[in-house]
Every structure is written in structure tokens, then in C-alpha cells.
């Protein structure tokens, strides 16, 4: 009888949760094809923060490259330096995204400010970017990356 009522209760409790999850996020608004690039940009720099480049390589198609370096090779680049740098700081600015059907192209500004030991003097990297986006099942990923650092 004990163990009945446990399973019962427990059922309760995980449709009332599903149940909010399912209210909260019906009440949502749907973002738009131009909202969810930002959104996912967004993502992708609070990732870079966080040095997690299982989540930066969520956004990327399986074919994706930058500057002749595919999409395998990246990651590994990027694990690199994740684990080589401190308190990075990113930050996008001056953000377009223009949305043609299933395709889409945003450009903007970045900086990087990172730290190789906890006092050191932060090491700043500024540089303009495309990304080009494809919309596949629903979601975008970016197939493809250009530019890079403005050297003065």
C-alpha cells in the first residue's frame, strides 16, 4: 500500500511539473527567424564565456567552416585556448541579420578580453564577423564563418 501511494504521488508531482512546463511555455511568443539568430548569437557568446565548446558547437552545422578551418578542427582550437585563458570577456556590438527564407547572414562587431593567470593584465582582441546561417528542421546553425581579428 506504501509503495503504491509513493508511486502515485510521485506521478502526481511530475504531470503538475510537466503541466507549468507545458502552460509556461504555451504563454511564450514564438520568436521570429531574425529574434532566434540574435537569440542563438547571444547564446554562443555566453558560451564563449563560460568556455564551453559543447555548446558553441551546438550552433554550428555538421559541414560547417571558417577561414579553411572545418568545424572538428575548431572545436579542438577552441578547447585549447578555453583551457589556456581566464575570464574571458565577450561581447558583440553593432549586430545585422538579414533573413532571406531558410537563409540568413548577421555581421557585427566582437571583443575578447581574456586572462591567462588571475592578476594578469587582460589581453583584448577586436575583430568584425559573418556568419552565415542555414535553417534545417526548424533550427539555424551556422554553416559558415568569416572574418577575424582587426589587426592596427
Given at each position: 500500500?506504501?509503495?503504491?501511494?509513493?508511486?502515485?504521488l510521485s506521478l502526481g508531482i511530475v504531470l503538475l511539473v510537466c503541466g507549468g512546463w507545458w502552460a509556461w511555455r504555451s504563454?511564450?511568443?514564438?520568436?521570429?527567424?531574425?529574434?532566434?539568430?540574435?537569440?542563438?548569437?547571444?547564446?554562443?557568446?555566453?558560451?564563449v564565456q563560460e568556455g564551453s565548446v559543447s555548446r558553441i558547437a551546438s550552433f554550428l552545422d555538421k559541414?560547417?567552416?571558417?577561414?579553411?578551418?572545418?568545424?572538428?578542427?575548431?572545436?579542438?582550437?577552441?578547447?585549447?585556448?578555453?583551457?589556456?585563458?581566464?575570464?574571458?570577456?565577450?561581447?558583440?556590438?553593432?549586430?545585422?541579420?538579414e533573413v532571406n527564407k531558410n537563409n540568413a547572414v548577421a555581421t557585427g562587431k566582437y571583443s575578447l578580453a581574456m586572462r591567462p593567470a588571475?592578476?594578469?593584465?587582460?589581453?583584448v582582441h577586436l575583430g568584425n564577423f559573418t556568419l552565415y546561417f542555414e535553417k534545417r528542421d526548424g533550427e539555424w546553425l551556422i554553416t559558415r564563418a568569416d572574418g577575424g581579428e582587426n589587426k592596427e
Amino acid at each position: 500500500m506504501f509503495r503504491f501511494r509513493q508511486l502515485v504521488l510521485s506521478l502526481g508531482i511530475v504531470l503538475l511539473v510537466c503541466g507549468g512546463w507545458w502552460a509556461w511555455r504555451s504563454s511564450q511568443p514564438t520568436l521570429s527567424d531574425k529574434e532566434q539568430i540574435i537569440a542563438n548569437i547571444e547564446a554562443i557568446r555566453v558560451a564563449v564565456q563560460e568556455g564551453s565548446v559543447s555548446r558553441i558547437a551546438s550552433f554550428l552545422d555538421k559541414d560547417f567552416t571558417w577561414s579553411g578551418t572545418d568545424k572538428e578542427e575548431l572545436l579542438k582550437i577552441m578547447q585549447g585556448a578555453f583551457m589556456r585563458w581566464r575570464a574571458v570577456v565577450a561581447n558583440v556590438t553593432a549586430l545585422r541579420v538579414e533573413v532571406n527564407k531558410n537563409n540568413a547572414v548577421a555581421t557585427g562587431k566582437y571583443s575578447l578580453a581574456m586572462r591567462p593567470a588571475p592578476k594578469a593584465r587582460p589581453e583584448v582582441h577586436l575583430g568584425n564577423f559573418t556568419l552565415y546561417f542555414e535553417k534545417r528542421d526548424g533550427e539555424w546553425l551556422i554553416t559558415r564563418a568569416d572574418g577575424g581579428e582587426n589587426k592596427e
